[in-house]
């Protein structure tokens, strides 16, 4: 072969090696968010950029949480969280997905820097596969370390499965969602992003004991805390987190926006004569998220024999058009029948006025409000834990079951 030749098959190959690769249009892709005090929150997520529109989700364990919005231009993809009011920009650089984790609050904007990249072959993966993690099993109460008091209304929930620790947090208002850990050097590390949740807890094991600190991107500081073995996960909520209706207000009333702009209230005649669920949401809220499909479910089977569910959504933002464009995508995803209602903003006068004016200890997104034919209030149900909690999930859905059968029958 000429020396010329070779000079350019050189330079070809020299062309070639320096191109700028694509991203993947379809891919599983491992990534990190950068969280306070440089405290990495790893996540996997798959992006088809080939369908029309894009579409993906989060990866934690067996779970997968859709991405709602997902755009590309040319190099730069966006992904958006609208109702949480959290965005994804990133920039690929050849080999990654550079950018920033945006959390947008009237108050001002969090930004956490992320990158993210595709992951290799699954054969490939297979033969990184990493050994058992070695960790905390079974339920435990959590001991915040507050610099006051201690809180112990949390507990905590920590299963293998498959050499893999899982774990969740139950707080009064609902869990925190599935967690799924990464061994560190020396301690464990549960982990859970969904673009609504960006959630860091790490768990370091002392004198026999385990505890650790919490970060999350809604925090702007970590919160330490110790576990304390304990039985079971059943925890009587003091008086204080027990709501219940004003004995000024005889009855629960409401009123909001449809989908459709039109005002709904609770002294329409299309309720009259009806067994309610009121919920009390927020499309922001991850523990609703869990919740709404029960609520489908319910609305289906006792719809026939007098069952009126209703969603009342207070917002992240106050703009009626954000919110009805929140509430489609949120009627969308989980395919809902039932009636929800946009009724403002989280503004605390605002909730005041529509809530706390009628319910006593209201605290929880959601907070289901079960009313029988007669507008008598039957039950009032605070949080909800959701499906990384296990058989506390199957008992709740059974309870919601049990309470609408008894409200279309009395």
């Not at 009011?85 to 650089?93: F, P, T």
């Not at 297979?126 to 209304?153: C, I, M, R, T």
């Not at 219940?244 to 709904?264: H, Q, R």
């Not at 509430?327 to 909730?351: A, I």
Request: hydrophobic letters at 35%.
């Amino acid at each position: 072969m000429s020396r010329h030749r070779l000079h350019l098959l050189a330079l070809l190959f020299i062309v070639v090696s320096c191109q700028h690769s694509r991203m993947p249009a379809v891919s599983v892709w491992s990534g990190t968010v950068e969280l306070m005090q440089g405290k990495l929150l790893p996540f996997r997520m798959s992006l088809d950029l080939s369908s029309n529109p894009p579409s993906g989700y989060f990866m934690i364990g067996e779970e997968k949480t859709p991405i709602p919005e997902i755009s590309q231009n040319e190099d730069s993809l966006v992904l958006r969280f609208s109702e949480y009011g959290a965005e994804m920009h990133g920039d690929w650089d050849g080999n990654n997905l550079v950018g920033t984790y945006l959390r947008i609050r009237s108050t001002g904007t969090k930004s956490f820097p992320f990158t993210a990249m595709p992951e290799r072959s699954p054969s490939q993966q297979q033969s990184l596969a990493v050994p058992p993690l070695d960790g905390p099993e079974g339920n435990y109460q959590v001991l915040f370390q507050g610099e006051d008091k201690v809180d112990n209304s949390t507990v905590a929930k920590l299963w293998k499965k498959d050499g893999a620790l899982y774990g969740t947090f139950i707080a009064p208002d609902g869990d925190y969602g599935l967690l799924s850990a990464k061994q560190l050097a020396g301690s464990l590390q549960l982990n859970r992003f969904t673009g609504w949740q960006a959630i860091v807890i790490t768990l370091e094991q002392t004198a026999g004991k385990w505890g650790g600190q919490f970060y999350a991107a809604s925090n702007d500081k970590p919160r330490p805390f110790v576990l304390q073995p304990r039985a079971d996960l059943n925890m009587e909520s003091p008086p204080a987190l027990r709501a219940a209706m004003k004995p000024s207000a005889s009855e629960f009333t409401f009123s909001g926006l449809s989908l459709a702009g039109e005002t709904i209230r609770s002294t329409d005649d299309r309720f009259k004569g009806k067994a309610l669920i009121v919920d009390i949401m927020g499309t922001w809220c991850h523990n609703c998220l869990d919740e709404a499909p029960v609520l489908q479910q319910l609305q289906q089977e006792f719809g026939k024999d007098g069952l009126e569910i209703v969603g009342l959504s207070f917002e992240i933002s106050d703009d009626p058009s954000v919110a009805r464009k929140n509430l489609q995508l949120y009627k969308e995803r989980f395919g809902l029948t039932y009636t929800l209602l946009f009724c403002g903003s989280l503004d605390d006068e605002n909730v005041k006025k529509q809530i706390h004016s009628q319910l006593d200890n209201f605290f929880a997104y959601p907070t289901a409000i079960f009313i029988d034919k007669n507008r008598k209030v039957q039950r009032i149900h605070s949080g909800f834990k959701g499906p990384g909690t296990g058989e506390e999930f199957q008992l709740q859905i059974r309870e919601f079951r049990d309470r609408a059968q008894q409200l279309v029958r009395l």
